[in-house]
């Protein structure tokens, strides 16, 4: 306290504004170096973290932000022009995306097979696979979102939608996993059954389809393993992506159990966990 004392005012003053300036200044440099970047042309800024939502306005090219918050791919910032909003990680520097390792920050887009025009394989008793498929992708749905995950689905009635048009769902909306839910047919009846997991690209996509295949240990039917399948809903896919095949619906045995709540419940559930372990690692 003597010491303060001995300080004439006007340098005690000198001092104070001298700290003040250089506790500034250190706050400005780390509010900079949490500044993103946009290195992409014609980036909207958009109210919510999702292309489904309104934009607010294009951002010309290397506009800078602040980072006020992250989720899923996307990014809210405030721009040099104090304007806010949210905008895509893959418009920004890799180092300025944002890195998903759980469930809750992840991207999912679900493809319950065929639809409308197409109704898929047929039961013994002519039944449709296009609708097991849509209650197997809506019940999917609603319990990763029930987790936090951002959900989109190729379809979510019976519609048909081009081949073609749904890997591009994924692609657009930078999904972390692609699930296509599908039920096998035999060319005879009955001659077939159990459940497969199929993957085409090795490098993006092998370890999720061995993530979610582990957790089918407990179903009914057997578990034909992990398998290399030359499908365009993943091959034509440049997110890591899956087939799956659960159950042969021509099969009198796999019928029952892919008509059965319990057994829709637990390949939902099942999904889910492996998803969980997915992200995690």
């Known amino acids: ?141 609603k319990k990763l979102r029930a987790k936090g995950a951002k959900v989109y689905m190729s379809r979510d009635t019976d519609t048909f939608v081009k081949l073609s048009m749904i890997p591009r769902v994924a692609e657009k909306n930078h999904a972390d996993a692609f699930i296509s839910i599908h039920f096998d047919a035999a060319p005879d009846a009955d001659t077939a059954s159990g459940i497969t997991t199929y993957y085409y690209h090795k490098k993006t996509s092998y370890r999720l389809a061995k ?8 179903l009914p039917l057997e578990n034909r393993g992990i398998d290399f399948g030359d499908f365009l809903v993943i091959r034509e896919n440049t997110q890591p992506a899956v087939l799956l095949e659960m159950g042969y619906i021509n099969s009198t045995r796999d019928f029952k159990a892919i008509t059965s709540s319990k057994y829709r419940n637990t390949v939902t559930n099942d999904i889910v966990k492996g998803l969980e372990k997915y992200f995690k690692k």
């Open 1 to 141: 306290m003597n010491f303060f004392k001995k300080i004439p005012l006007n340098v005690y003053i000198k001092y104070i504004l001298i700290f003040s300036f250089i506790g500034i200044l250190i706050f400005k440099t780390s509010l900079y170096f949490q500044e993103v970047q946009i290195i992409k042309p014609e980036t909207e800024l958009y109210q919510k973290p999702g292309m489904e939502y309104k934009t607010i306005k294009e951002l010309p090219l290397n506009t800078r932000g602040t980072v006020l918050d992250r989720k899923y791919h996307w990014v809210k910032i405030r721009t040099e022009n104090e304007d806010y909003g949210w905008v895509p990680d893959w418009t920004l520097a890799q180092k300025d995306r944002n890195q998903i390792t759980s469930l809750k920050d992840a991207t999912i887009v679900i493809d319950p097979g065929h639809g409308g025009s197409d109704s898929g394989a047929l039961s013994q008793t002519n039944k449709m696979e296009k609708h097991y498929t849509l209650k197997y992708g809506l019940e999917l749905a």
């Open 211 to 218: 993530c979610i295949n582990k957790t089918f240990s407990v």
